[in-house]
């Protein structure tokens, strides 16, 4: 069976410092894998998403990027976080047959900015 | 484009008494259409989805929704409410015309009282 992988599960960081959460999906191959936030009160955000190795869309721009080093490792950085950046961030993967499939979710990453 | 407004933003019910979760989409093609369910600090858990097939859809934990196009609905029921059920709850939409975007409503918190 599939199982995606987040971490760390939560994160305290100063702004201005760097940021990097990692994803990794087992049990499938080629899957889309996808970022969101999710800020408090609010429903989720599409961030990034990619359809293979190396190839990312961003949905926002923002001082935040995206990158797909391996096909089921995704990775989100940022050089210097804002005290915007403060949410709940989600990890997700689907298979990779377009968009009308459902997509899995991680148990996500919660990452205050002070 | 398509949008989804979920039309209770909280709803609180008595154990053992039924749910309803309302949600309205729109949508200029074929949707498809998902609830969604999170735990306190928990990822996102697919409670069932809609794909052109049956109209009345049946999910996990008792839940099941109904789609219909005339009201351009796809409210989620449960006959009887437990304790665990306490949670947040989102409607989601997708079309052909929404490419790997996942369109989310706002979120239901749902609290379930003894």
């Known amino acids: 069976s599939q199982t995606i992988h987040q971490w760390p599960a939560t994160l305290v960081q100063p702004v201005g410092s760097p940021l990097s959460l990692e994803c990794t999906v087992e049990?499938?191959?080629?899957?889309?894998l996808y970022w969101y936030r999710q800020a408090a009160g609010r429903g989720l955000q599409l961030l990034f998403y990619s359809v293979g190795i190396g190839q990312i869309s961003s949905e926002v721009p923002q001082n935040l990027s995206a990158s797909r080093p391996q096909d089921r490792q995704f990775i989100l950085s940022s050089k210097k976080l804002l005290l915007s950046d403060s949410g709940f961030y989600l990890c997700?993967?689907?298979?990779?047959?377009?968009?009308?499939?459902?997509?899995?979710f991680g148990p996500g990453t919660r990452l205050t900015v002070l | 484009a398509q949008s989804v407004t979920q039309l209770d933003s909280h709803v609180s019910v008595s154990e053992g008494t039924p749910v309803l979760l309302r949600c309205n989409y729109s949508s200029s093609y074929s949707p498809s259409l998902f609830w969604y369910v999170q735990h306190p600090n928990k990822g996102l858990q697919l409670l069932l989805k809609y794909t052109s097939a049956a109209t009345l859809v049946k999910g996990i934990n008792g839940f099941e929704a109904e789609f219909k196009k005339s009201e351009t609905s796809f409210h989620l029921t449960k006959p009887s409410a437990h304790m665990s059920d306490a949670a947040e709850y989102f409607c989601v939409v997708s079309d052909s015309n929404s490419g790997y975007a996942l369109n989310f409503g706002k979120g239901t918190s749902l609290l379930v009282t003894p």
């Open positions: 997700a993967w689907s298979v990779h047959a377009g968009g009308y499939n459902e997509q899995f």
């Open positions: 049990g499938t191959s080629n899957p889309n």
